[in-house]
């Protein structure tokens, strides 16, 4: 199959609120098409960990494998697209819902070829796509004349934009360079944009504003995001005391430590850790 024959046919369009989600993997039979409205966390791809926020979209292939983490205390308000990327099944027009490891049926899964270019997840910052999805879900709910005609047609325009955007980062290292050295340097406390950007040979500022379109969060955003995630790691999985995982994980002090947690949790690390509430899908 070529990128020239895409035709979606979409199975399902709805926004949806989540607090608790569920609390093992899910498998999906037929692509799958996500936009983050409000809330964030991450998702668990393939073994892979991405964070999410506002106007992050991600796009699933069949039989993808993927987890949802939520922040506690913020609801996840997200919308959902099932679909095929041909109309050869059109015929099947209910969803297909998801499945866990323990009832994952194989034969369920329409066989086609994917293009290349979708044969894989992708995540990215795309707020150019929110309009034209609310439009689909909208008109999918009210079922205008001609949603499904219409919705694919909208729907194969962001399929595109998720693709150049996504071709975009692939062009350059940079994003994939600022992450790892982010994730090798996040315990030291003096790490700065600025630090960041002289060790790649880049302004600050152009450096934050391409990790905000790869992530949806500024570059210091990221960075605090990245050290509160491995803050939790370790009240999770040790018995370290506040103040060592404060050290540990690049804060100056406990009390600034307390404070970045409860703003991204609404928890403190102690109610965190005695709770050890991860809301998984």
Same mark, same amino acid.
């Given at each position: 199959?070529? /990128?020239?024959? @895409?035709?979606?046919?979409?199975?399902?369009?709805?926004?949806?609120?989540?607090?608790?989600? =569920? +609390?093992?993997?899910?498998?999906?039979?037929? !692509?799958?098409?996500?936009?983050?409205?409000?809330?964030?966390?991450?998702?668990?791809?393939?073994?892979?960990?991405?964070?999410?926020?506002?106007?992050?979209?991600?796009? &699933?292939?069949?039989?993808?494998?993927?987890?949802?983490?939520?922040?506690?205390?913020?609801?996840?308000?997200?919308?959902?697209?099932?679909?095929?990327?041909?109309?050869?099944?059109?015929?099947?027009?209910?969803?297909?819902?998801?499945? +866990?490891?323990?009832?994952?049926?194989?034969?369920?899964?329409?066989?086609?070829?994917?293009?290349?270019?979708?044969?894989?997840?992708?995540?990215?910052?795309?707020?150019?796509?929110?309009?034209?999805?609310?439009?689909?879900?909208? $008109?999918?709910?009210?079922?205008?004349?001609?949603?499904?005609?219409?919705?694919?047609?909208?729907?194969?325009? !962001? &399929? #595109?934009?998720?693709? =150049?955007?996504?071709?975009?980062?692939?062009?350059?290292?940079?994003?994939?360079? @600022?992450?790892? #050295?982010?994730?090798?340097?996040?315990?030291?406390?003096? /790490?700065? $944009?600025?630090?960041?950007?002289?060790?790649?040979?880049?302004?600050?500022?152009?450096?934050?504003? =391409?990790?905000?379109?790869?992530?949806?969060?500024? &570059? $210091?955003?990221?960075?605090?995001?990245?050290?509160?995630?491995?803050?939790?790691?370790?009240?999770?999985?040790?018995?370290?005391?506040? $103040? +060592?995982?404060?050290?540990? !994980?690049?804060?100056?002090?406990?009390?600034?430590?307390?404070?970045?947690?409860?703003?991204? +949790?609404?928890?403190?690390?102690?109610? #965190? =850790?005695?709770?050890?509430?991860?809301?998984?899908?």
């Amino acid at each position: 199959m070529t /990128l020239a024959e @895409i035709n979606p046919h979409i199975r399902y369009a709805r926004i949806h609120e989540f607090t608790h989600m =569920r +609390t093992v993997p899910s498998i999906c039979y037929d !692509c799958r098409l996500f936009y983050i409205k409000d809330g964030s966390g991450s998702i668990m791809i393939d073994g892979n960990s991405y964070p999410y926020s506002p106007n992050i979209a991600i796009f &699933l292939p069949p039989k993808s494998h993927y987890q949802f983490f939520i922040e506690y205390g913020t609801p996840l308000q997200i919308m959902i697209f099932d679909f095929d990327l041909i109309h050869t099944y059109a015929h099947l027009k209910d969803s297909f819902g998801t499945a +866990t490891e323990k009832n994952f049926k194989p034969e369920r899964v329409l066989r086609y070829d994917l293009p290349v270019e979708f044969s894989k997840g992708m995540v990215m910052a795309a707020p150019q796509l929110y309009e034209s999805l609310k439009k689909i879900s909208r $008109n999918f709910l009210t079922k205008k004349t001609y949603y499904r005609e219409t919705g694919s047609a909208m729907l194969k325009w !962001c &399929l #595109f934009e998720l693709l =150049r955007e996504s071709a975009s980062d692939q062009e350059s290292p940079l994003i994939r360079a @600022i992450m790892d #050295f982010v994730h090798k340097n996040y315990q030291d406390p003096t /790490l700065s $944009n600025e630090r960041i950007a002289k060790a790649l040979h880049y302004h600050p500022y152009y450096i934050s504003q =391409r990790v905000k379109q790869s992530t949806g969060k500024t &570059l $210091n955003q990221y960075l605090q995001y990245y050290r509160i995630r491995m803050a939790k790691n370790l009240l999770i999985t040790t018995d370290l005391d506040i $103040n +060592t995982i404060s050290w540990k !994980c690049g804060f100056n002090s406990s009390a600034y430590f307390i404070k970045i947690f409860k703003q991204q +949790t609404a928890l403190t690390p102690k109610q #965190f =850790r005695k709770s050890q509430l991860e809301l998984i899908f």
